[in-house]
């Protein structure tokens, strides 16, 4: 169950996405996490078969790593049903 604040964000992202894209459409999701190779794969793993091309990138430290996902999604409403699922891995970041 999400908080108010996090259900708001999404509403405003959903009306943001439909009013300005026409779907299917390739959309980039981007995350922030700390270097761990499973946390890593959960990523990988919730693009599986899609056809996404995820690039990854490990910072100066090694301690974080961003991930690029670009990827067609069939709606606004797919989009956030993807952040929701990978919302749970730990320290992960949405941008």
């Given amino acids: 169950m999400m908080d108010k604040k996090t259900e708001d964000f999404y509403i405003r992202l959903k009306e943001e996405l439909t009013n300005s894209t026409l779907w299917p459409s390739e959309y980039l999701f981007k995350f922030i996490l700390p270097s761990d190779i499973h946390n ?54 949405s941008l």
């Fill in 40 to 93: 890593i794969a959960k990523i990988e793993a919730a693009f599986n078969d899609m056809g996404a091309v995820i690039t990854t990138q490990q910072s100066k430290t090694g301690k974080f790593t961003s991930v690029s996902i670009s990827v067609t999604m069939k709606s606004a409403q797919s989009v956030i049903d993807k952040y929701i699922a990978v919302s749970d891995i730990e320290g992960i970041i």
